[in-house]
Structures are given as structure tokens and as C-alpha cells.
T-cell receptor, first 109, second 114 residues
Framework: GQNIDQPTEMTATEGAIVQINCTYQ??????LFWYQQHAGEAPTFLSY??LDGLEEKGRFSSFLSRSKGYSYLLLKELQMKDSASYLC??????????WGAGTKLIIKP | NAGVTQTPKFRVLKTGQSMTLLCAQD?????MYWYRQDPGMGLRLIHY???????AKGEVPDGYNVSRLKKQNFLLGLESAAPSQTSVYFC?????????????FGPGTRLLVL
């Protein structure tokens, strides 16, 4: 079956760095997405990786290793507004998105 | 440019009642999707559409029907609501380029079935 695993919840301190991991097993692979979802709101796109390596976008970076079925989202210089859930999703061979349950990130002052 | 909008934002139904959720997008996207989001689970695809007049089943289609009569609108119907359909429903849309496209989401509809 298809499976996306990510931690349920993480806590970090304002100004620090946090890494949110995602492992996947899917039927085919057409890329991995990270979305941010604030409580009670819609998911919004953060990043897309299809090749191995690190993609940097401001304070956020996303890494992919296709051979290990592994990705992480790295958030630097954490701000209180980064408190949200972070969703990992893989596009399978049918171009359908398979979603993880999300990681709730709590930022403490 | 409103993006993706959904109506209603919140609804309470009794078991057996019917309702229609409306999704509209103004980005001229070909593809539209209906998901449900439940605590502790990832988003699950209910139905999707690759163009006006076409629909297809997703992962969890039972108990739902959809229609895409106009390119900008995608309707999700519940003919006879059940408590198991209590959830948050998200609509999304994307371009179609024959490859990978980012999905853009609406604000969600919170449905409670008693």
C-alpha cells in the first residue's frame, strides 16, 4: 500500500531551527510537496522537490532523497507565525497526491 | 482574483438529509478536486475532474456525487448524510500541463452530521 509518515507534533523555540521529516512508500514518484496549514485554514504551497538535493526558499528549505524515500522541511529563524501544521504529499504514478497526516509545529517564545 | 472559494463555510445536517457544497475558482484551471480532512489522517481524495463535463472517483467516493457543468465550478453532493461524513471538506484546483502542477485550496467547509 501507499504510505506517508511524519511526526504528529513537534515543539521548537522562537528563533531556533527545526527539521520536520517525512518518509514515503508510494506507487511511483512524480515529486514531493510540502504545504503549510494554519489552524482552521486551507493548506498553502511551500515547496516541491522531484530531484535529489536541497531546495532553499528564504527561511524554508526542503530536501529529498529518492533512494531512501525521505524528505525533510527545514525552518530557520523560527517565528511565532510559523506555528502551523506541515503536510507532506507525494505525487504517485497516476499524478494523484498521497498525503501524510501532517506535523503540528508548536513555537514557544 | 479570489482564487478558490467554497460555500457554505459551516453546516450542520441531520442523518439522512442532503446537501450540496459549491466550489468556484477564477484561475481558469482545468483540474478540480474534492478532499476530506479528518483528525489524525491525511487529506483523502473524494472525487476529481480533469475538465468541464468530466469527473472521476478518488480514494473515498462512496456516499458522494459530483458535477462539473461549468469549468469554474465543481459541486459535491451528499444524498443521504451519515455521521461518518462529519469532516472538513476542501476543494482544490490546478492547471493541467501534462505533468506536475501545484494544487490551490479553498478555505474549507466544516460539516457536522448529527
Amino acid at each position: 500500500g501507499q504510505n506517508i509518515d511524519q511526526p504528529t507534533e513537534m515543539t521548537a523555540t522562537e528563533g531556533a531551527i527545526v527539521q520536520i521529516n517525512c518518509t514515503y512508500q508510494t506507487s511511483g514518484f512524480n515529486g514531493l510537496f510540502w504545504y503549510q496549514q494554519h489552524a482552521g485554514e486551507a493548506p498553502t504551497f511551500l515547496s516541491y522537490n522531484v530531484l535529489d538535493g536541497l531546495e532553499e526558499k528564504g527561511r524554508f528549505s526542503s530536501f529529498l532523497s529518492r533512494s531512501k524515500g525521505y524528505s525533510y522541511l527545514l525552518l530557520k529563524e523560527l517565528q511565532m507565525k510559523d506555528s502551523a501544521s506541515y503536510l507532506c504529499a507525494v505525487m504517485d504514478s497516476n499524478y494523484q497526491l498521497i498525503w501524510g497526516a501532517g506535523t503540528k509545529l508548536i513555537i514557544k517564545p | 482574483n479570489a482564487g478558490v472559494t467554497q460555500t457554505p463555510k459551516f453546516r450542520v445536517l441531520k442523518t439522512g438529509q442532503s446537501m450540496t457544497l459549491l466550489c468556484a475558482q477564477d484561475m481558469n484551471h482545468e483540474y478540480m478536486y474534492w478532499y476530506r480532512q479528518d483528525p489524525g489522517m491525511g487529506l483523502r481524495l473524494i472525487h476529481y475532474s480533469v475538465g468541464e463535463g468530466t469527473t472521476a472517483k478518488g480514494e473515498v467516493p462512496d456516499g458522494y456525487n459530483v458535477s462539473r457543468l461549468k469549468k469554474q465550478n465543481f459541486l459535491l453532493g451528499l444524498e443521504s448524510a451519515a455521521p461518518s461524513q462529519t469532516s472538513v471538506y476542501f476543494c482544490a484546483s490546478s492547471h493541467s500541463s501534462g505533468g506536475v502542477e501545484t494544487q490551490y485550496f479553498g478555505p474549507g467547509t466544516r460539516l457536522l452530521v448529527l
